[in-house]
């Protein structure tokens, strides 16, 4: 009779037990809201590369080291570029100088060393006129040869041709340079600033900064290889913002928002973090493999991104993560 109630105690008590941890269970996999979740840690990455080409001359961080935003990482060979930088800036002084004698116009002494030759050419104009008149007279009344009058005529219209010249080359010296030639060399002195210019942010880019605060993740080129624009030279993990990759099957799509809180844990820590889900796919896409559900991993889900707003070293690329959903609000 003992035995037999003993039996029958010993199997209530299994079957509580039982009950216990089935409810445990279930508590446990439902989470706050009776929906849980399953994803991995998304730590975005960065590879930094120059955008010149030239020599690595040094690297300034070790893999782990965590680095803040504007913090000097990597440099290549800057004397290049220096030399590059100051043949640009002396050919924009010179354009400019060339601009500034354009628009000064020329100078007084050229102006009345000019006018001096119109002057000259003058005189010698109206000498060789008189000379002509005197020669037509005399030829007129036989006194002089037609050689003659011809030979005064002559001179008399090379003196007016000179005397034209002279004019005209004072005139171009009081009115200065076209405005043509202006106009180009105010273009050749923009187009060499812009050069110069090129050539300060080519000087800038030897040196290699970090983007905002991370992580080295790994130095993918040492010192004294070369390397070429966009080849990368360190591989960073951003510290901020971590996200979570979740997966949602449709039947509980409506039981989470944008927005919406939640809380996380992983398996290597007790850790509790927080987040909230800031995106939800509008289409729908097989469970991945690195994902452990429940359900089949054929099954139909909808991709959701978690921000995760206490993140630390404790949520490392890739690492699974367990979410559960607050009680969304009425």
Do not use: C
């Amino acid at each position: 009779m003992n035995h037999r109630r003993s039996a029958i105690a010993a199997a209530v008590l299994l079957a509580t037990a039982v009950v216990a941890g089935l409810a445990s269970w279930w508590d446990r996999d439902r989470g706050p809201t009776g929906l849980r979740l399953y994803g991995n840690v998304d730590i975005r990455q960065v590879e930094l590369a120059f955008r010149q080409p030239g020599r690595l001359t040094s690297v300034a961080v070790e893999e782990g080291d965590r680095v803040h935003a504007g913090q000097w990482v990597a440099a290549i060979d800057a004397a290049p570029y220096r030399q590059a930088l100051a043949q640009a800036a002396a050919q924009v002084r010179a354009d400019a100088a060339v601009l500034t004698k354009l628009e000064a116009g020329n100078r007084p002494q050229e102006i009345a060393e000019a006018k001096a030759a119109v002057e000259r050419a003058q005189a010698t104009y109206r000498n060789a006129e008189r000379d002509y008149r005197r020669e037509r007279l005399m030829r007129a009344s036989n006194a002089a040869a037609q050689r003659s009058l011809d030979a005064a005529r002559a001179a008399r219209d090379q003196a007016a041709a000179e005397l034209a010249s002279a004019e005209q080359a004072l005139s171009l010296q009081r009115a200065g340079a076209r405005s043509e030639d202006i106009a180009t060399a105010r273009a050749t002195l923009a187009a060499a600033r812009a050069q110069r210019d090129q050539a300060r942010i080519a000087l800038g880019d030897t040196r290699l900064y970090a983007p905002a605060a991370a992580t080295v993740l790994s130095r993918v080129r040492e010192p004294g290889s070369m390397v070429g624009p966009s080849e990368p030279v360190l591989t960073l993990n951003l510290r901020n913002p971590v996200y979570v990759r979740a997966y949602v099957d449709e039947p509980d799509l409506g039981r989470i928002v944008p927005g919406a809180t939640v809380t996380l844990h992983t398996d290597s820590s007790k850790r509790v973090y927080h987040g909230r889900i800031g995106f939800i796919a509008s289409q729908a896409e097989f469970t991945p493999k690195s994902v452990e559900t429940p359900q089949l991993r054929t099954d139909l889900v909808y991709r959701l991104r978690i921000v995760v707003s206490d993140a630390d070293e404790g949520l490392r690329q890739g690492m699974p993560v367990t979410v559960d959903v607050a009680e969304p609000r009425s």
